[in-house]
């Protein structure tokens, strides 16, 4: 309120307001005219006396204070603080419930001696309708804070007083109490209001820490360094992401209003979801994130919770020990059931004499779920050995997998070789693109496994070899055996089991195998997709499955600045943002050609045609284009 109008003013604009109902122009503000109005409809005059229901009865008091219990505990000693700061000048500080009743109050015990004689006592009320226009009373009805200065009091006999409010609002948006600086006309000072206001805000957020021990909460500031002061913004969230309470100064930063608390997910405001929280308070609880809201806004956020409000997983340290998931398969499962239906099945047959051959697209994954079979078996102590049948030249391959003696062919070495499959004796052989074998060396590998034993090249005694046998193609091979491609019976002696991995357009698990390669791609500090980005992306059909996946997503972590941890499209390759933004279904993206322009798109162009021809098979799409498989091999890495 004004403090520069004059007393006589002041009377002559409320008799006018008393004897014509309209405000006297130009002399009190619109707060104060809508103040008096309601004081005047509450049948209240100037000069009139009090009634009896202004002050509580002793029971009423008592209720009050066991109602406001929480309220009161909190707010003592603020109110000693502030106490202190305005102790040289002579005044009260006061504590009102929600209904204006006074609970409690510190002051200068000459000034508390007048105080008295206007009922500034607790268990007095000071309403609008009981005390006409002063601070607690208005502070209530405008639901802000308020300073009503001498004769802006609606009431004579209240005159005398100077006085600041300020309400202190619930984490749901109500006023729960009222905190309270009065004192002479003369003792006002112009840094009372702000002094009472920050008071008010630091009891809200005392009371919001307190009473949300069984909540997650956010802590928020414009800068980093805010977060942990008076006007840090606090929002308390339920166990999946919904916005549950805010204090005003959250509220104001998150551009929402108290209506909208319990109706908002964290989501719909910030491009942040709650795993990534949580997964930055487990990493480095004590770092503040940096997000943004939906319009650009940068804010730092902190997540902060007693244990009984955190998942269980959370309470566990990165670095702790063990995971919780009983093997390794499990450990790789993010949700989807169709990966998780292959796992399942996979599981059953491990240390039994049954091999397993896995199916699908280039890049889903096939080698990391051998790897996780083999770590999920009793064969886990032994090696895993894997090779890729397609990367390894004709000529070279009978010499890798079986061995060969000291001195079998010119430029052997002299202490020969064991071979892949000796390696493996004791452990776990995995063959990757084994539709690429050349027929001849399918023979060689039938006979093996039929026999459990190896010759190497230039020897003449068998050896015993004991491994478990784990295959994998992305063609598709009862086809290629029908048509003579492939031995058909080497392909029912690896077959005993055949599971299908998705393609990761397939899979319905997009945003925890997202988190899960970042965790693993950028260690530093938590990193996530911004929410419009991760949309788009978990719609894109990614040709190259995980791989591509995850080639993007090194690239991306690779450009955030220091200060950066969310993926916006800026950080993400041109090409990648050019499909993701297009307006093309999955199937049009897998399927699209465009035309080539130049020898090099011809050649890419080619290689693709033949292998979309050969369905993957290596060895048909080089017969077809007429160069060797390590040619087209290089031209697949090249591409």
């Not at 009090?50 to 008592?62: F, V």
């Not at 899960?516 to 950028?522: F, I, N, P, Y």
Request: with cysteine; hydrophobic share 40%.
């Amino acid at each position: 309120m004004k403090h520069s109008t004059p007393t006589p003013v002041l009377r002559q604009a409320r008799q006018h307001l008393i004897e014509h109902g309209t405000p006297l122009p130009g002399t009190v503000n619109e707060r104060l005219w809508h103040s008096w109005q309601r004081s005047l409809a509450a049948g209240l005059l100037p000069m009139g006396r009090l009634t009896a229901t202004d002050h509580a009865a002793d029971s009423e008091l008592r209720q009050s204070l066991a109602r406001n219990h929480e309220l009161l505990a909190h707010s003592r000693p603020v109110m000693e603080y502030l106490f202190e700061q305005v102790r040289h000048i002579q005044n009260v500080v006061i504590l009102a419930d929600s209904r204006g009743t006074l609970m409690h109050t510190l002051g200068d015990p000459f000034f508390l001696s007048k105080a008295e004689r206007v009922s500034l006592t607790a268990g007095a009320s000071w309403r609008e309708e009981h005390r006409g226009t002063n601070a607690i009373g208005t502070a209530i009805a405008e639901e802000s804070p308020v300073e009503i200065h001498g004769a802006e009091h609606f009431l004579e006999r209240n005159g005398f007083l100077t006085c600041a409010a300020a309400p202190i609002m619930s984490s749901c948006g109500n006023v729960i109490g009222i905190l309270d600086i009065s004192g002479e006309q003369h003792s006002g000072h112009p840094m009372t209001l702000g002094l009472v206001s920050t008071a008010a805000r630091m009891i809200e957020n005392r009371l919001m820490i307190a009473t949300s021990k069984r909540h997650l909460r956010i802590h928020m500031h414009a800068r980093a360094e805010g977060i942990g002061t008076v006007a840090e913004g606090i929002a308390t969230l339920s166990d999946d992401g919904w916005i549950i309470g805010a204090n005003r100064q959250a509220l104001s930063l998150l551009r929402m209003n108290a209506k909208a608390i319990g109706a908002t997910q964290l989501g719909s405001v910030l491009d942040v979801r709650l795993s990534d929280l949580l997964t930055r308070h487990r990493q480095r609880p004590a770092q503040a994130l940096q997000v943004h809201l939906h319009d650009g806004t940068t804010l730092f956020v902190q997540m902060q919770a007693d244990a009984a409000a955190l998942p269980p997983q959370i309470l566990v340290p990165a670095s702790a020990a063990p995971a919780v998931a009983k093997d390794a398969l499990t450990a790789l499962d993010t949700g989807d059931l169709q990966w998780r239906g292959a796992a399942d099945k996979a599981r059953r047959v491990l240390d039994k004499p049954i091999p397993v051959l896995i199916q699908g697209e280039s890049g889903v994954g096939k080698e990391y779920f051998a790897r996780a079979m083999h770590d999920s078996s009793k064969r886990a102590s032994g090696p895993f050995v894997a090779i890729n049948c397609a990367a390894i030249p004709e000529n070279l391959i009978e010499a890798e997998l079986f061995g060969y003696a000291p001195g079998a062919f010119t430029g052997a070495r002299k202490e020969g070789s064991l071979g892949k499959l000796r390696e493996a004796n004791g452990g776990t052989l995995f063959l990757d693109e084994i539709g690429d074998m050349p027929l001849s060396m399918q023979t060689r590998l039938l006979r093996v496994l039929q026999e459990r034993s190896v010759v190497p090249l230039g020897g003449s005694k068998s050896i015993a070899v004991d491994f478990a046998l784990v295959c994998a193609t992305h063609c598709n091979l009862r086809e290629a055996a029908s048509r003579g491609a492939f031995r058909s019976d080497l392909y029912y002696r690896i077959n005993g089991l055949t599971v299908q991995l998705p393609a990761l357009r397939e899979r319905t698990d997009f945003q925890a195998l997202a988190e899960r390669l970042l965790a693993g791609l950028h260690p530093q500090r938590a990193v996530h997709l911004q929410p419009q980005v991760l949309d788009k992306m978990s719609q894109y059909a990614w040709p190259g499955n995980l791989r591509q996946c995850a080639s993007v997503l090194r690239t991306a972590c690779a450009m955030l600045d220091d200060d950066e941890s969310s993926i916006e499209f800026k950080h993400l390759p041109d090409d990648i943002v050019e499909d993701l933004l297009a307006p093309q279904t999955r199937a049009s993206q897998v399927s699209e050609v465009r035309e080539p322009h130049n020898l090099q798109e011809l050649s890419r162009y080619a290689v693709k045609q033949a292998l979309e021809a050969s369905r993957g098979n290596i060895s048909l799409a080089a017969r077809t284009l007429g160069i060797s498989r390590q040619t087209l091999y290089r031209k697949m890495q090249a591409q």
